[in-house]
């Protein structure tokens, strides 16, 4: 009998001590010994950027899905299950199909040195290879260049999203050097849509894409969006489309559904796909309203929000949020990685909230202590802030002091997974 996904996850954990090694040596490897299923996946739309690749994976999806058409997607980091980063033909993956998938690599790679990314993402490979589906949506894990999803030689269609200061110890300290590890991800000849970028990072990325003779569709060049009179707008030379605002929530959103609406349109499918795109598209943990669960029923008064943005980017994108909210006096619950610009992500929220309760992520080993949380969101101008062992007691304080309070549990993706777990 096979042992259960978690249990083999946590000995690929062993097989390479370092959580991050940037190279495609170990991973080509382990593929030519699997029989290079990466060259047989279905066409593939390949995603990277700083923020807003999960979004504008999930509008994508949405929109082919509406169409009929059937799409894997592969994500990262997963936040209750792993089996959330493998979507196969629209459904997530089952555990015996990944124990069966886990099992089968491991064995090809014989106990040779692998990161778990790595050997995860030729469990993908192969899953995707052997399922049929009309597209793959690829997400970067980190970077673009050294990525594991970077194995693919041809894809249909190449994405960046907006390219910001982030993983700086392993992508570089500026944005045009980041900006060229995104850029990584072009391949010769294909198009490449590009979000909003800074004009260093815009350089970059173009360069690249002259150099390999792949047609760019640059934001504010080639597609435009914006929200006009409560309306998403969006326009390129094939002409205008007025939709609905997009179903996730933000200003930061219509950009995302920008790239979207670009890449349906660049693969040919017509408007009630890019319809579907802005008001079908489900991305859990962004601005996401928890309304059920042991956890939002513990504070009935209080308005529960979930958001897993954690670098400054995210922090400007998350109180651009709040500011359009209706009034309410607005808490945060924040739990940070130590490798994180803290400070920076808090900033510009200071001026949205009137509280910040730092609590530790449970089980991460480079969580922040909540100690150093609640001392950096003093440094980022928060007059009120303590802290907390866990986000229900966290959750309890507030709610005790202001039952009709708006509360937002932010600061990480790995802090959104528990909460997602915790409350069912």
Not at 70 to 93: D, N
Request: aromatic fraction near 4%.
């Amino acid at each position: 009998m096979s042992q259960p996904s978690d249990e083999i996850l946590a000995r690929l954990m062993s097989l390479h001590p370092k959580i991050i090694d940037l190279t495609l040596d170990r991973l080509t490897r382990l593929l030519d010994a699997l029989g290079n299923p990466e060259r047989a996946v279905p066409p593939v739309i390949h995603i990277a950027g700083t923020n807003g690749k999960g979004s504008t994976q999930a509008m994508i999806r949405a929109g082919l899905e509406s169409q009929g058409l059937r799409v894997h997607a592969y994500t990262s980091p997963h936040l209750a299950r792993f089996h959330e980063r493998i979507r196969l033909a629209g459904e997530l993956i089952s555990e015996p199909a990944l124990t069966a998938l886990l099992d089968e690599c491991e064995a090809a790679n014989g106990g040779a040195n692998i990161t778990f990314f790595e050997i995860t993402t030729a469990a993908a490979f192969l899953a995707f290879a052997r399922t049929p589906a009309d597209f793959t949506l690829l997400e970067v894990g980190l970077g673009g260049r050294l990525d594991a999803t970077n194995v693919i030689d041809q894809p249909r269609l190449s994405i960046i999203t907006p390219v910001s200061i982030d993983h700086q110890q392993y992508l570089g300290e500026t944005l045009p050097e980041i900006a060229g590890e995104k850029a990584g991800i072009i391949k010769r000849g294909v198009p490449v849509i590009v979000g909003p970028q800074d004009e260093a990072g815009l350089a970059v990325i173009e360069a690249r894409a002259a150099r390999l003779g792949a047609p760019v569709l640059a934001y504010g060049q080639h597609w435009h969006v914006a929200e006009e009179n409560g309306r998403l707008i969006y326009q390129d030379e094939r002409g205008l489309l007025d939709l609905p605002l997009p179903n996730l929530p933000g200003p930061h959103q219509i950009v995302n559904a920008g790239a979207a609406i670009t890449a349906l349109r660049a693969l040919g499918l017509d408007d009630t796909a890019c319809e579907a795109a802005v008001t079908r598209a489900e991305w859990p943990a962004r601005m996401q309203r928890l309304r059920q669960g042991p956890l939002a029923q513990s504070a009935p008064g209080v308005e529960l929000w979930l958001d897993g943005g954690h670098n400054p980017a995210g922090g400007i994108a998350v109180a651009a949020t709040l500011a359009r909210m209706p009034a309410r006096p607005t808490h945060l619950i924040c739990g940070m990685l130590n490798t994180k610009d803290v400070t920076g992500y808090l900033r510009p929220l200071a001026a949205q909230a009137v509280s910040l309760t730092a609590v530790s992520i449970p089980g991460e080993p480079n969580t922040l202590p909540a100690a150093e949380t609640e001392a950096a969101a003093r440094a980022a101008g928060f007059a009120r802030t303590a802290t907390a062992p866990d986000v229900a007691e966290a959750l309890a304080q507030i709610a005790a002091a202001d039952p009709q309070a708006r509360v937002l549990i932010c600061g990480s993706l790995y802090l959104a997974g528990q909460v997602l777990k915790q409350n069912g």
